[in-house]
């Protein structure tokens, strides 16, 4: 039996660039209360490119959370009322140079549902052509084109462990849509 | 080019029961600064069950932060110094009442490496016996049990989207887990 939870208190402790902290009180139907911490996302945009000769762009990044640099496909926090689809092929472009013509959605994913309102738009791109690279200031990457396969063993051997990454890949993998 | 962000000024914001709040000055090896938000959190476990009769048993739960219901794979947040492999046994116990004779890691997965430094360890188990259910005080859960194909259509159809469960699915699927 699910039971929604009403906010019945909230207050919110932090207001920052990227994200914002709450923590709220909710009440459930049967009367109980229960306490949660809640952090407000923009949201973002991953996008999954395959070249013309069949090569996955990853870029590589130090993530100051974890402490250690990971593969990712190239993503980006979403601007204001930005639309995904735009968010993606503006974060590609300016990552990897890549301009893409052609962009499938494969969804949305909740990174973390227990405690963040985050949530991340995923596509596929193909038909790519060459443009300019233009990162953001505080953004220092290592951008490679990796095979399929390679993509794969990295991903089934536990050396790329980014979710919208992981996910993005695995999705196109399941529906065929490398080999088309 | 990738360069570490070494830490030059922090202050911690927040002390909540679940997640942590820090604000960092980091500095690349090239001197320039960035200003980065960081949320801390103890990380968790998802476990992916078949039983022996073929079906996945998914958890349906109110997230609070997304403001609605989504089906998962039965998780749950580490406890102190708790073996991620321990804690699946225990979540899945604790959520469906199965208590899984054989387990598999499948890895773990960077949720929101761009803030968050949780890491969600997930797992593959079958071999299920039932036991009793005993869900946390305020946890209120649907249970309900999918063949794989139904799972399967309900991620490529973008009905499943929790981050952890896409994945293990996914990874089981590649590695044809589910045929065994």
Known sequence: ??????????????????????VETVEFPDGKTAYRELVDHPGGVGI??????????????FRKPIEKAIWEIPAGKLDKNEEPKMCGIRELKE????????????????????????????????????GEVSPDEDEYLDIEEFSVDDVRKMILNNEINDAKSVIAFLKCDAMNLFER
Chains 1, 2 share one sequence.
Do not use: C, W
């Not at 039996?1 to 709450?22: A, C, H, N, Q, W």
């Not at 140079?97 to 193909?126: C, D, M, Q, R």
């Open 48 to 61: 999954l490119a395959l070249t013309k000769d069949g090569k996955i762009p990853l870029v590589r990044q």
């Open 95 to 130: 990552e990897t140079g890549y301009i893409a013509k052609e962009i499938v959605s494969l969804g949305f994913l909740y990174p973390s549902p227990g405690f963040a309102n985050e949530v991340t738009h995923i596509f596929f791109a193909k038909g790519l052509e060459k």
């Open 1 to 22: 039996m699910i039971f929604e939870e009403k906010t019945v208190e909230s207050k919110k402790l932090f207001e920052g660039r990227i994200i914002d902290l709450r």
